[in-house]
């Protein structure tokens, strides 16, 4: 197996797939998808264009679909949540799908939504992931940052860290066997310097911080969680991600 990181949509590659894809938004687009699937959602259905999630969405029965809509970390108006996994209870979500639009979750999604695999992980399911890999050994595998519209985000790359950590720490593998590209020692540098205190790196992180002046403490607090989900979602149609 060889891992692959790319720290955004931008700069991943467009002109050949892996076999499998992660895709990565800690804060907070792929912990929502998680949590909503965990929480008994149908389905989850990523857009990156919200003109189109409400067109969709619109032959859906009202009763079985939810719609949430973030640009820029608020609710989009029009949509029934934005995108705090902490909303994706199961009295809100148990049975109905789930229509989501994100400023950069659902475009890393979109990015790799060619691949024959693809996943979406984050802090909270990174050891179902993980397991996933252990399981099935794809040859190449690529962990795709969502960043901040085309910029760096520490928080998907620590995530990427951990899953690339945990891989070394139950494999026999070293870590230029593992390594695809030098992202990915950079990215197991930065979980191995932070995993102690995943909170206080969201705290000092530019997403971390922009959530924060919006009241988001408790997304935080949840997102910095590891391992709590076993839950991992797969893509079963393009777009569409289910319970694996
Ligand atoms: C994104 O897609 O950029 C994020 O998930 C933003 C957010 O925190 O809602």
């Known amino acids: 197996m060889k891992l692959f990181v790319y720290h955004t949509p931008e700069l991943t590659p467009t ?5 499998c894809a992660i895709a990565i938004d800690v804060l907070r687009a792929t912990t ?25 969405s619109e ?21 029934d949540l934005g995108n705090s996994p902490l909303d994706c209870t199961p009295e809100r979500v148990k049975g109905r799908r789930l229509f989501i639009s994100t400023t950069n979750g659902t475009r890393a999604l979109q990015c790799v939504q060619a691949s024959p695999v693809v996943l979406a992980a984050a802090l909270v399911n990174r050891a179902a992931a993980v397991q996933y890999l252990l399981a099935n050994s794809p040859e190449t595998v690529w962990l795709v940052g969502s960043g ?76 910095a969680q ?10 079963k149609e393009p777009g569409v991600l289910v319970r694996n």
């Open 59 to 79: 032959e859906w029965p009202v009763e079985k679909r939810l719609r949430a809509g973030e640009r820029g970390g608020a609710k989009v108006s029009g949509c």
């Open 15 to 19: 002109d050949k797939v892996p076999d």
């Open 148 to 223: 901040w519209q085309g910029a760096y985000s520490l928080e998907d790359t620590v995530c990427a860290g951990a899953i690339a950590h945990s891989l070394l720490q139950q494999t026999t593998n070293s870590v230029d066997e593992l390594a695809g590209n030098d992202e990915v020692i950079a990215a197991i540098a930065l979980y191995s310097q932070w995993q102690d205190n995943l909170l206080e790196m969201f705290r000092q992180a530019s997403h971390g911080q922009r959530l924060l002046l919006m009241d988001g403490h408790d997304d935080l607090n949840y997102c």
């Open 226 to 235: 590891t391992d709590v989900l076993e839950v991992l979602p797969i893509q």
């Open 32 to 56: 929502t998808i998680a949590t909503a699937l965990n929480a008994g959602a149908e389905a989850v259905q990523a857009f990156s264009d919200l003109e189109k999630l409400m067109r969709v």
